[in-house]
């Protein structure tokens, strides 16, 4: 094993840098050259491909975004472009192939693995936390914190205002970041895909919530059913009249910023297993977490499957609203 390549695929998470990292330290460490693909599956049809220096990770386990960059590249889903890219690869001999990303990207890994004869792994890095066959994915308990953070600050601002806040955070097709934010931060509700929402209750819960408290802070996934958070107070307010409703839709911030201290350890572990993995021969996988353990999974079932959050944590936020 001379050569084994390396991408960050789809949307950035923070802790991709440090998986990136550890692959690198992991291959120089086995006398193996990493080779870095540059803004995804577009360098390697591009042919956008450098050798790796133990120097170009240095001080990056801190920072987030991704130093090879990321980029949505559509054409990857033709199969000529995708011959193109497995030639780029086969010219220069490499022998093993890293991509660390989402759904979209393991499908891609999951095709290119049947279509080209070496190992392709996968390393799950989103915020969403929505990919199967893993506990964590790189990228989601920063996200996670970085909610709570700003929901808290915006806790101030509503209590001082007696303003409800409709607070959106990322989240299209899946829940964690809602559904653990709202129990982190003691939100008064929250908004999921995975739900149909009761619009009713939750006009009744703010209408009781506020008798003593007269602040509310209500979390919305940016793909619950209703539409978002401005859509979803156009529908209510007629119903809450005389309340200062307000949204606030976090965005990108939520991306960014230094990976906690679990990404960082995460993303460690992950990104030298997966050298360890080619090295051992396997081959179509992606790595997830087990509890403390790390396990794996076939990319075909990742990419069919998905990870939903538990619902039972809907009930126990209830049980925390409840005034006695
Ligand atoms: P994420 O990996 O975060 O889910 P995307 O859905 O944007 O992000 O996917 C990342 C990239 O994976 C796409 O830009 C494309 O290059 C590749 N990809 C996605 N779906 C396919 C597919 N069906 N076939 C081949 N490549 C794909």
Known sequence: MNKIALLTSGGDSPGMNAAVRAIVKTCLFH???????????KGMVEGEMYE?????????????????GSSRCLEF???ETRITAINNLNQIGVEGLIVIGGDGTFTGASILSDEMGIPVIGIPGTIDN???GTDHTIGYDTALNTVIDAVDKIRD??????RIF??????????????????????????????????NELVAQIQSQNKGKRSSIIIVAEGEQEGGSIELINKVAPMLEGYDLRPTVLGHIQRGGSPSAF?????????????????EGQKGIMIGSDGDKLITTSLETAVKLHNTPDLERLRLLKKMLTRY
């Open 52 to 68: 790796m220096k133990y120097s170009d990770v240095d001080n990056i386990i801190h920072t987030g975004g991704t130093i090879l």
């Open 31 to 41: 006398n193996i050259v990493p080779i870095g693909i540059r803004d995804g599956y």
């Open 130 to 132: 929505d990919i199967y």
């Open 263 to 279: 990404d960082r350890i995460l993303a460690t572990r992950m990104g030298s297993y997966a050298v360890d993995l080619i090295l």
């Open 77 to 79: 889903k033709n199969k």
């Open 157 to 162: 601002t509503a209590s001082s205002h007696h």
């Open 166 to 199: 409709f607070i959106e955070v990322m989240g299209r097709h899946a829940g964690f970041i809602a559904l653990n934010a709202a129990v982190a931060s003691g939100a008064e509700s929250v908004l999921i895909p995975e739900e149909i929402p009761d619009l």
